[in-house]
């Protein structure tokens, strides 16, 4: 009852080559799992700017960048100029009416960007509900799972729990789809804690 008349269910990856192994379901948390500067948040994007061409109200939560360089970032995603163009203003009149096309397709999306370096998964949880009952969220975008915590038991544990909190408390009791990220290590492990093995629904190894 939930696949569509040509059988696709959940919401599909932008990436066709992900569909035999799985699509953002409601109630599911995928992690994708890189090393560090290794496209991560460039994937990330992606997909949310799929899910918004696909009428899907997306919220991103970045821990790494405030919204005005995530605009940026935006900006040259969607119009193909160069960042370094968007933000010097080196552009030819073509590239300018591309980002001004760009800019107002921006503001008419249902796209939530929130920067908050330390936010509690409590807060978390009340914004994901707010938006759900304001623009209909159906797509929540988590860079990246991480901790700064100095002792490495803790950090295990406390990466452990934001992975749960994320996958049992804003994808299974609000019924949405989270795509998340965290990093792997030199030799190519989960950084930190396995617990986020444990706990999610897919994992994708970059």
């Known amino acids: 009852s939930r696949r569509s008349d040509n059988g696709i269910f959940g919401l599909p990856s932008k990436y066709k080559s992900f569909m035999p192994y799985f699509t953002y379901e409601p109630g599911e948390l995928v992690v994708l ?5 290794q496209g991560k948040s460039v994937f990330l994007m992606n997909e949310a700017v799929h899910k918004l061409r696909n009428g899907v109200p997306v919220l991103v939560v970045d821990s790494e960048m405030p919204t005005r360089l995530y605009t940026e970032r935006l900006i040259s995603h969607i119009s193909g100029v160069s960042i370094y163009k968007v933000k010097s203003g080196e552009y030819t009149e073509e590239e300018e009416a591309k980002i001004k096309e760009a800019i107002e397709w921006i503001k008419t999306q249902p796209l939530v960007h929130l920067y908050d370096a330390s ?5 978390l949880y009340s914004i994901c509900k707010m938006l759900q009952n304001k623009i ?3 797509f929540v975008v988590y860079d990246y799972i991480k901790s700064n915590e100095t002792s490495a038991s803790d950090n295990y544990n406390l990466l452990g729990a934001k992975c749960d909190f994320l996958k049992n408390n804003i994808a299974g009791e609000l019924d949405i789809p989270v795509l998340a990220a965290c990093q792997l290590n030199r ?3 989960i950084a930190d804690s396995m617990k986020i093995n444990r706990y999610l629904s897919v ?3 970059w």
């Not at 799992?33 to 500067?37: D, F, G, S, W």
Request: charged share 30%.
């Open 119 to 123: 936010m509690t998964m409590e807060k």
């Open 33 to 37: 799992q890189a090393k560090y500067k």
């Open 187 to 189: 030799q190519g492990e």
């Open 203 to 205: 994992g994708i190894k």
């Open 136 to 138: 209909g969220l159906g």
